[in-house]
């Protein structure tokens, strides 16, 4: 069974359009979080959430939005796409404190023409 | 802030030899230290990770890493490089002050390639 799975794994869009990425944990974490990793590879947190409590990453702009159904989801929803959105992003998610293990899914490659 | 160093972008060595891959990181209070690994078109698996037990932890595939407080570093090591091991290469730290939705700080990653 997969731990952390995202869907879809590729999304090609149109610029201006408005998208979304799931995903899902099994691990019973209460934690989840988004990143980033632009063409550089270079991976920045964007949003954590924690029992209802969302943190957000200052440089994010609010066209992107977490949305948590339950405990074991959390999805990306972007508003009107731009260029530079374009990156993987990719989903993780953790049970406790800082010491602990964060787990990946395997990413969505999202390209924006 | 907490910052995370890797020194190296590209790291090249032969089949068979030592690896190496350096971190520094940035910190007032040692953080939590984590090292993960990327192959191509992959997410990111845990090597090892550092949360004030041992310093010198022992990770999968036959990698390790040694906090070294002094010179606030976490260098990755392994004896003997096998091709299997080209990948990319992320240290990565957590705030200890923080409980609940803290999330990690990562390196700009190192690329390990391994002559034939």
């Known amino acids: 069974d997969t731990a952390v799975s995202q869907t879809p794994k590729y999304l090609v869009t149109q610029m201006g359009n408005d998208k979304s990425i799931k995903c899902e944990q099994n691990?019973?974490?209460?934690?989840m979080y988004w990143y980033k990793q632009d063409s550089k590879k270079f991976l920045k947190i964007m949003f954590s959430?924690?029992?209802?409590?969302?943190?957000i990453n200052e440089t994010v702009p609010n066209r992107f939005s977490p949305k948590s159904p339950d405990k074991a989801h959390l999805n990306l929803h972007i508003n009107s796409l731009e260029l530079g959105d374009s990156a993987v992003y990719f989903c993780?998610?953790?049970f406790g404190a800082g010491q602990e293990t964060q787990y990946f899914g395997p990413g969505t490659r999202l390209l924006v023409l | 802030a907490q910052s995370v160093t890797q020194l190296g972008s590209h790291v090249s060595v032969s089949e068979g030899a030592l690896v190496l891959l350096r971190c520094n990181y940035s910190?007032?209070?040692?953080?939590?230290l984590f090292w993960y690994v990327q192959y191509p078109n992959q997410g990111l698996q845990l090597l090892l990770k550092?949360?004030?037990?041992?310093?010198l932890v022992k990770g999968i595939n036959g990698f390790e890493a040694e906090f070294k407080k002094s010179e606030t570093s976490f260098h990755l090591t392994k004896p003997s490089a096998h091709m299997s091991d080209a990948a990319e290469y992320f240290c990565?730290?957590?705030?200890?002050?923080?409980?609940?939705?803290?999330?990690?700080?990562f390196g700009k990653g190192t690329h390990l390639i391994i002559q034939p």
């Open positions: 691990l019973g974490h209460d934690t």
């Open positions: 993780a998610s953790r």
């Open positions: 959430y924690n029992n209802k409590e969302l943190i």
């Open positions: 550092y949360t004030s037990a041992a310093t």
């Open positions: 990565a730290v957590s705030d200890r002050s923080g409980g609940g939705a803290d999330g990690l700080t």
């Open positions: 910190s007032s209070v040692p953080p939590y």
